[in-house]
């Protein structure tokens, strides 16, 4: 950001970016944030009171916190200038349950640093193989631009079922103090990099439709008739060429020994 003094100097202000794990008091304000968010970018856009029931259920801090004291959920936060700007939570078998970006912070990478940060952990500290979300019909483009791929054979229902496929690899002490720490102001942070998958878009794949055998013998019976019909067809025109050109010989006027001429004398 640029500042402008009456001087005429320009002063450059250095934007930190920071990515951690959420502990303790950050829980609530990770709820906060993500209650602003919703409230302003997700639910004017829902019709279904039982998802917003539902959202209210699960993002809550007594909730929150049970699950994550048990070891069954991860908090993320992102900080600009020690501002909360995003919160993401993943499960511990690497399944994404939120991702939340404040609008005036859109087109800055948060929301995919987030991701990345994710599946990281997901596959350095889990050993996940694999990180999944059940994201909203209008947020699935934007799991799509980021690696994840739509899962096949799974229920339909109101979610879109995504996959982000990951390898997973040995934890180094450096990463895990980098997971916790909060010096890092580095939005992808450091640690062993996780190989990605390439991007691609969902197969569609249709059911492929048997042939009942009534059809195969309807269609052979038909062949059958046709090539008989050919065949007849063509003997038919060869016995009728016949008939015509040699059911009988073309005089031959000079070859005929009983010649007669015109006053009826024979040659």
């Given amino acids: 950001m640029e500042e402008f003094y009456g001087s005429g100097i320009v002063k450059e202000e250095q934007i930190q970016m920071e ?3 959420l502990y303790g008091n950050e829980i609530q304000w990770a ?5 602003e968010v ?4 997700v639910r004017p856009y829902t019709r279904n009171a039982a ?3 539902q959202y209210y259920d699960y993002m809550n801090l007594p909730n929150l916190s049970q699950e994550m004291l048990a070891g069954r959920l991860f908090l993320w936060g992102a900080f600009e200038n020690g501002q909360m700007c995003g919160v993401s939570a993943m499960q511990n078998v690497g399944h994404i349950t939120a991702l939340y970006v404040r609008p005036q912070y859109f087109r800055r990478r948060i929301g995919s640093n ?3 940060r994710m599946c990281n952990f997901a596959a350095s500290r889990l050993q996940c193989g694999r990180v999944t979300v059940q994201a909203a019909p209008s947020a699935a483009n934007y799991f799509y ?5 739509l899962i096949q054979g799974a229920p339909a229902g109101m979610y879109v ?6 390898w997973s690899v040995p934890m180094t002490q450096g990463y895990m103090g980098n997971i916790g720490g909060s010096g890092s102001t580095s939005a992808q942070g450091g640690g062993v990099p996780v190989a990605q998958p390439r991007r691609t878009k969902p197969e569609i794949t249709y059911p492929k439709k048997k042939v009942s055998a009534r059809v195969v013998l309807w ?3 038909v062949t059958i008739a046709f090539a008989v019909a050919v065949v007849t067809g063509i003997t038919v025109y060869h016995i009728t060429q016949e008939g015509i050109t040699g059911g009988y010989e073309m005089p031959d006027p000079v070859g005929d020994e009983n010649t007669e001429t015109d006053d009826g004398q024979e040659l």
């Fill in 19 to 21: 990515i951690r794990l």
């Fill in 31 to 35: 709820v906060q944030t993500a209650h």
């Fill in 38 to 41: 919703y409230e302003q970018c």
């Fill in 51 to 53: 998802e917003v029931q």
């Fill in 114 to 116: 987030l991701v990345d």
């Fill in 145 to 149: 631009h980021t690696g994840f791929t």
């Fill in 161 to 166: 079922p995504l996959e982000r496929r990951i």
């Fill in 219 to 221: 269609l052979t019976a």
